[in-house]
């Protein structure tokens, strides 16, 4: 079984309930997880994903109410792209359409681009033959129409080459595509997630970080084994050194700066979502890390409350 491939992308939002609100119901992805930053949990964490939360469908954001907002350039994650069946095409254009939307070909597929309420940049990509695949039914978008995952995210960096090696030698990618400056990389057999496009801008204003940007990509590793070896790779063949290992209770992760600026994370496909609350609920509760418990009520007074 594949488990190379993007494990879930971080930005950050501003208002929580406005992020809730266009994520679950606008474009349909499932509340997998509501928990809080637990480097700073005065701030929710909300994670959107499938049904069950899978490696490679999972967006998560800190709503952080008073954040400025970030300005795109160099050195970051610049658009991330799920997948819609193609004939979903026409349905997604009218639903977007006050969102910003633009209809672009890339790579021969067709890609409609659109914002966030913060201005994120995501994308859809309609994809021949899913129609079929599971789906979250959200009540509102009919499941026929509804996201299938990521299918891939774009990096805008000044030079790409080493970045590039990284995908290759450590994460179990390979150049598969050029278009323009756009290079693309992809794993074997990962179907959901499995692609990296990494656009060369060299020159460019640097990116700022704040509302509407991306903190972070995580990339998958199947176990802590597997983890630990893509730490040896990363420090033996491109001398970059990652923090310690975190628990983040539903991974485990390690974070690295990459040569192109990016925040990089390793995360484990264990334990999941479904380590601390029933598949069937999962997203109901606010969720709090054991060592945050013993303050859950100061922790929950202080949150924005949610509709
Ligand atoms: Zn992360």
Same mark, same amino acid.
């Given at each position: 079984?594949?488990?190379?491939?993007?494990?879930?992308?971080?930005?950050?939002?501003?208002?929580?309930?406005?992020?809730?609100? +266009?994520?679950?119901?606008?474009?349909?992805?499932?509340?997998?997880?509501?928990?809080?930053?637990?480097?700073?949990?005065?701030?929710? /964490?909300?994670?959107?994903? $499938?049904?069950?939360?899978?490696?490679?469908?999972?967006?998560?954001?800190?709503?952080? %109410?008073?954040?400025?907002?970030?300005?795109?350039?160099?050195?970051? @994650?610049?658009?991330?792209? +799920?997948?819609?069946?193609?004939?979903?095409?026409?349905?997604?254009?009218?639903?977007?359409?006050?969102?910003?939307?633009?209809?672009?070909?890339?790579?021969?597929?067709?890609?409609?681009?659109?914002?966030?309420?913060?201005?994120?940049?995501?994308?859809?990509?309609?994809?021949?033959?899913?129609?079929?695949?599971?789906?979250?039914?959200?009540?509102?978008?009919?499941?026929?129409?509804?996201?299938?995952?990521?299918?891939?995210?774009?990096?805008?960096?000044?030079?790409?080459?080493?970045?590039?090696?990284?995908?290759? $030698?450590?994460?179990?990618?390979? %150049?598969?595509?050029?278009?323009?400056?756009?290079?693309?990389?992809?794993?074997?057999?990962?179907?959901?997630?499995?692609?990296?496009?990494?656009?060369?801008?060299?020159?460019? @204003?640097?990116?700022?970080?704040?509302?509407?940007?991306? /903190? /972070?990509?995580?990339?998958?590793?199947?176990?802590?084994?597997?983890?630990?070896?893509?730490?040896?790779?990363?420090?033996?063949?491109?001398? @970059? /050194?990652?923090?310690?290992?975190?628990?983040? $209770?539903?991974?485990?992760?390690?974070?690295?700066?990459?040569?192109?600026?990016? @925040?990089?994370?390793?995360?484990? $496909?264990?334990?999941? +979502?479904?380590?601390? %609350?029933?598949?069937?609920?999962?997203?109901?509760?606010?969720?709090?890390?054991?060592?945050?418990?013993?303050?859950?009520?100061?922790? %929950?007074?202080?949150?924005?409350?949610?509709?």
């Amino acid at each position: 079984m594949a488990t190379n491939g993007i494990h879930h992308v971080t930005a950050i939002a501003g208002q929580a309930q406005r992020n809730l609100d +266009f994520y679950t119901r606008a474009l349909g992805l499932r509340l997998v997880k509501k928990t809080v930053n637990f480097d700073d949990p005065g701030a929710y /964490h909300f994670y959107y994903g $499938d049904a069950a939360g899978s490696p490679g469908t999972i967006l998560t954001f800190f709503p952080w %109410e008073h954040a400025a907002p970030g300005r795109a350039g160099a050195g970051e @994650l610049q658009e991330t792209v +799920f997948r819609i069946p193609q004939a979903a095409i026409g349905y997604w254009t009218a639903r977007l359409v006050n969102h910003g939307l633009e209809r672009a070909t890339r790579f021969g597929e067709t890609v409609l681009t659109f914002r966030d309420p913060d201005g994120l940049r995501l994308a859809l990509v309609g994809i021949p033959g899913i129609e079929a695949e599971p789906a979250w039914d959200n009540g509102e978008v009919p499941v026929e129409h509804a996201v299938r995952g990521f299918h891939s995210v774009s990096l805008m960096l000044d030079r790409t080459e080493r970045t590039g090696a990284i995908l290759t $030698d450590v994460f179990g990618f390979r %150049e598969v595509a050029k278009e323009g400056n756009v290079t693309r990389y992809a794993v074997d057999g990962t179907a959901i997630g499995g692609i990296v496009d990494l656009q060369a801008v060299g020159g460019f @204003l640097p990116a700022r970080l704040g509302r509407g940007s991306v /903190h /972070h990509l995580a990339f998958r590793a199947a176990d802590d084994a597997a983890e630990m070896e893509m730490v040896r790779k990363l420090a033996e063949n491109h001398g @970059l /050194h990652t923090t310690e290992q975190k628990n983040r $209770d539903y991974f485990r992760s390690v974070y690295f700066r990459e040569p192109g600026h990016v @925040l990089f994370e390793i995360a484990t $496909d264990i334990p999941g +979502f479904a380590v601390d %609350e029933p598949a069937e609920s999962l997203g109901g509760a606010l969720k709090l890390p054991k060592f945050l418990e013993g303050h859950r009520a100061a922790i %929950e007074a202080a949150l924005p409350v949610l509709a």
